[in-house]
């Protein structure tokens, strides 16, 4: 309990439409302000479908929205229900603003879409503004290239939201690496309400691995191949793989993470040529991989927000494999941390030469660490959070959040 007697409440808006990067990165700094306060509870809005495989911290939980996917042609369709995607968006709005209504958060965090969804957080933004609640925009390092991005928010209209909506911006990454709104013309107020958090640092879950490593790799360096949620990493997979069958004896093991969201015939198709390989071994899935990433001995990844940060925390070295659509995110990332010296790229044309990636494979576990490089707050992110959640909770409640928050104690 606080000196004013009452427990706070933080609200996180992660819209989870693929993949896990999303629901990874708000867990995180979801666990590390219950962690530092005793005094917060964090409720998740999340459209993940596996949300469920992963455990919680003690006032840390979830409420799961009705999963959406988006198409090739940019398009959304339901996950599940079978149903017109304006009626899903309009589930997800409505159970949204009614979850934010009883909650009544002091603080929403919003990831990286600043209406949500197809502006299904609009509603929900004016509710609790109304209410006095603090509104933050939490963005990754980098969400594209800067004036596709303008572009993107310039038909989305999202930009108002920033200027007139919320009350501050994280950037959880260091200009060193991106500015993403460097291509959007800001006024000086709202570009004061930016603040660069650094990179999240993780640690070894405390839970363990949900399924013990296979018998020969359990107490052996090995490298650690990473696809994200993995439904568009086939292309990484098959180029290692094909490396290891032209040249079996590569001085490390590898171990494959294929990802929940692979199709199934592409995971199938790889765990039989997995069983042909002595010194290859694969997961579909470990909700734990930080504990991964701490016993390997090098990182091969497509260089997602999370994976960067786990190879920054756990100071390995890494090959990236950037994928470059839909968005350069992958790409720009990879570019500028190989140039800063944090990590080693590698760019899949349209032959992928197994040799080539043999020739790096053996390579990677003698490269230097990110440790090497010398970048000032490079992983203070959740610190530089935390402060600034300590800050914004310190400040006297306005009248709105007096009359719709004091009751509680």
Not at 12 to 21: A, E, K, R, T, V
Not at 47 to 71: A, C, E, N, Q, Y
Not at 382 to 399: F, G, K, R, Y
Request: hydrophobic share 45%.
């Amino acid at each position: 309990m606080n000196r004013r007697g009452r427990q706070y409440r933080l609200l996180i808006y992660s819209h989870d439409s693929f993949g896990l990067g999303h629901l990874r990165r708000c867990r995180t700094i979801a666990h590390a302000l219950v962690g530092r306060r005793a005094d917060i509870s964090v409720l998740i809005l999340s459209g993940s479908p596996i949300i469920g495989s992963f455990s919680f911290r003690s006032r840390v939980d979830f409420v799961r929205i009705p999963g959406v996917i988006k198409l090739r042609r940019g398009d959304y369709t339901s996950l599940n229900l079978e149903i017109g995607i304006d009626e899903v968006l309009a589930l997800r709005a409505s159970i949204i603003r009614h979850t934010a209504e009883a909650f009544a958060p002091d603080l929403f965090l919003v990831d990286k879409e600043p209406w949500g969804l197809r502006g299904e957080v609009r509603d929900t933004l004016g509710l609790l503004k109304a209410r006095g609640a603090r509104l933050v925009l939490g963005l990754r390092d980098v969400m594209d290239e800067p004036k596709r991005l303008a572009i993107e928010w310039r038909r989305k209209r999202a930009v108002p939201a920033l200027s007139d909506v919320y009350d501050d911006i994280w950037i959880y990454g260091l200009p060193q690496i991106c500015e993403p709104l460097s291509a959007i013309e800001l006024s000086p107020d709202t570009a004061a309400k930016i603040s660069y958090t650094g990179y999240l640092r993780r640690t070894p879950s405390p839970t363990g691995l949900a399924q013990p490593l296979p018998a020969p790799i359990a107490d052996q360096p090995y490298l650690l191949v990473t696809t994200g949620g993995g439904g568009d990493g086939a292309l990484i997979v098959d180029w290692v793989l094909r490396a290891y069958e032209i040249a079996p004896e590569l001085p490390y093991p590898a171990l494959l993470v294929l990802g929940p969201f692979m199709r199934s015939t592409l995971q199938a198709g790889f765990l039989a040529r997995v069983e042909r390989l002595k010194n290859v071994f694969a997961i579909t899935f470990d909700a734990a991989v930080e504990n991964l990433m701490a016993n390997a001995a090098g990182i091969v990844a497509m260089g997602g927000y999370n994976t960067f940060c786990e190879i920054l925390s756990f100071d390995k070295p890494a090959l990236i494999v950037p994928r470059t659509t839909p968005r350069m995110e992958q790409l720009l990332r990879a570019s500028q941390a190989e140039a800063l010296g944090l990590v080693s790229m590698l760019i899949a044309d349209r032959d992928r030469p197994a040799e080539t990636m043999a020739a790096r494979l053996a390579r990677l576990p003698d490269q230097p660490k990110p440790s090497t490089v010398r970048l000032p707050a490079l992983l203070d992110g959740l610190s530089v959070i935390e402060e600034m959640v300590d800050a914004i909770l310190l400040e006297p409640p306005s009248a709105a959040r007096v009359a719709f928050g004091g009751r509680r104690g």
